[in-house]
T-cell receptor, first 112, second 112 residues
Framework: GAGVSQSPRYKVAKRGQDVALRCDPISGHVSLFWYQQALGQGPEFLTYFQNEAQLDKSGLPSDRFFAERPEGSVSTLKIQRTQQEDSAVYLC??????????FGEGSRLTVL | DQQVKQNSPSLSVQEGRISILNCDYTNSMFDYFLWYKKYPAEGPTFLISISSIKDKNEDGRFTVFLNKSAKHLSLHIVPSQPGDSAVYFCAAFGGSQGNLIFGKGTKLSVKP
């Protein structure tokens, strides 16, 4: 498709489970971003890639969160040993450098 | 500390009237500002942007104004339509950050 694609759209996990969220950016977009959006809040920055290089991971809330983009295209956000406070919508976006971000529809994670 | 602030969580406007959404920022290094619109269960979609070298940018019914000395920007929608009802996020790029910083959003309701 032409837009940013995220999967799964919805994920329910038991506390302590590991989850992996996938993002397919727009073809040719160099920059890829992950944001976390809690209910009633704006998107909060997690991490940012330029091609395969992770340039900024200052927003990752703990070492349970890990992101990769090994070939500079598809990215995976992994959350280990999920906790209830991890419940949120995880948004992926891609762009040309310093251009407007195009967002996917998000992956809604619910941790029970 | 929030670098991008949207102090009004909600706004209600009559169809046909003007909607004015406000945003303040604290980081003087920000040099590019964007507005995003978000419907429920969808990712944010880009609406309009403005560079810090301008004070106004217009696109159809949408106009963004930037007052750098006050570190304030606003989005004007005129005339407002019921389909404009959504959450609007103000966001900023700049300084040492390669990522976009978002405000918490303002929920706009346009009543027929």
């Amino acid at each position: 498709g032409a837009g940013v694609s995220q999967s799964p759209r919805y994920k329910v996990a038991k506390r302590g489970q590991d989850v992996a969220l996938r993002c397919d950016p727009i073809s040719g977009h160099v920059s890829l971003f992950w944001y976390q959006q809690a209910l009633g809040q704006g998107p909060e920055f997690l991490t940012y890639f330029q091609n395969e290089a992770q340039l900024d991971k200052s927003g990752l809330p703990s070492d349970r969160f890990f992101a990769e983009r090994p070939e500079g295209s598809v990215s995976t956000l992994k959350i280990q040993r999920t906790q209830q406070e991890d419940s949120a919508v995880y948004l992926c976006a891609s762009s040309f450098p310093r251009g407007e971000l195009f967002f996917g529809e998000g992956s809604r994670l619910t941790v029970l | 500390d929030q670098q991008v602030k949207q102090n009004s969580p909600s706004l209600s406007v009559q169809e046909g009237r003007i909607s004015i959404l406000n945003c303040d920022y604290t980081n003087s290094m920000f040099d590019y500002f964007l507005w995003y619109k978000k419907y429920p269960a969808e990712g944010p979609t880009f609406l309009i942007s403005i560079s810090s070298i301008k004070d106004k940018n217009e696109d159809g019914r949408f106009t963004v104004f930037l007052n750098k000395s006050a570190k304030h920007l606003s989005l004007h929608i005129v005339p407002s339509q019921p389909g404009d009802s959504a959450v609007y996020f103000c966001a900023a790029f700049g300084g040492s950050q390669g990522n976009l910083i978002f405000g918490k959003g303002t929920k706009l309701s346009v009543k027929p």
